[in-house]
């Protein structure tokens, strides 16, 4: 079965169109309010080019992603994997930021220097997972990881409103970077046993779906932030990422076990064909 790799162009308009859509729709609701002309507009529009864009990937020729591979669970994984991981890494650190500066007044240098911790944690977390990867799934440290960020982030959801940056972020702020280490690796470590096909596919939207994925978390996390300032705000901000690392937990309870190692690829066509 021969898969081309034509530039699907007029299959990814509408999914681009989509998402600006939606982030703009989630933006004008957060600013202007949700009984607005504009913010009826842009999620009517949101509406409508997620509807093309559904049947522009079941009618068109080129779609995203070809429908041969729509069944492929390793890459479904992949995928999901690159959609839920923002919510431990990049927006997460954001919203730490956001909430050391708005509850704990800390400064902009002070802010840089409190993330040295995190990222000592996410290196550490990324070692340890290279080290386990050699013995065992990478679905598995995918789980931990996505564990313990999800720990990490319900812990600093629940912190009091008085409680000190020591005991309230901090030891959150820890498990997250040490859980997005984790699944950092991980992701990279699964790619690894695709065929492919699913590789080059897995790069190619994998790319879309962090870039979609942490866009509209970021507009959601801003719609929160202005409809609850202040500590609530944040609160909830947090609750949200830890609602997104647990369907990460799904997302690698559902992985197949550990695969073999695909050292050199090329597709059907010639071009990217797994050899072993």
Known sequence: MMIRFRSPLWSLIP???????LVL???????????????????GAAALFFVLFIISENYHPDPLLPRPLRSSLPLQISL???????????????????????LYAVSVPGIILSFLPWLLMRLAGTALGEKLGQGISSSTVLLWGFMLAAG?????????????FWLALLPGMLLTGFGAGLTGHAARAGREGLTGDEYHYSLRLGVLAQVS????????????????????????????LGALALAGIVTALMAPGKGKKVTMRQSDNGKYRRQE
Request: glycine share 8%; proline share 6%; with cysteine.
């Open 15 to 21: 999914g681009v169109v989509f998402i600006v859509s």
């Open 25 to 43: 729709t989630l933006l004008s609701v957060a600013f202007f309010g949700l009984d607005t002309p504009v913010s009826h507009s842009l999620a």
């Open 80 to 102: 999901w994997t690159c959609i839920f991981s923002p919510a431990v890494t990049y927006t997460a650190g954001l919203l730490l930021a956001v909430a050391m500066y708005q």
């Open 152 to 164: 990490g982030l319900g812990l600093i959801s629940m912190m009091p409103a008085a409680a000190p």
């Open 213 to 240: 994925s942490t866009a509209v978390i970021l507009a959601l996390l801003t719609l929160l932030l202005r409809n609850n300032p202040g500590h609530q705000g944040v609160i909830t901000g947090f609750s949200l």
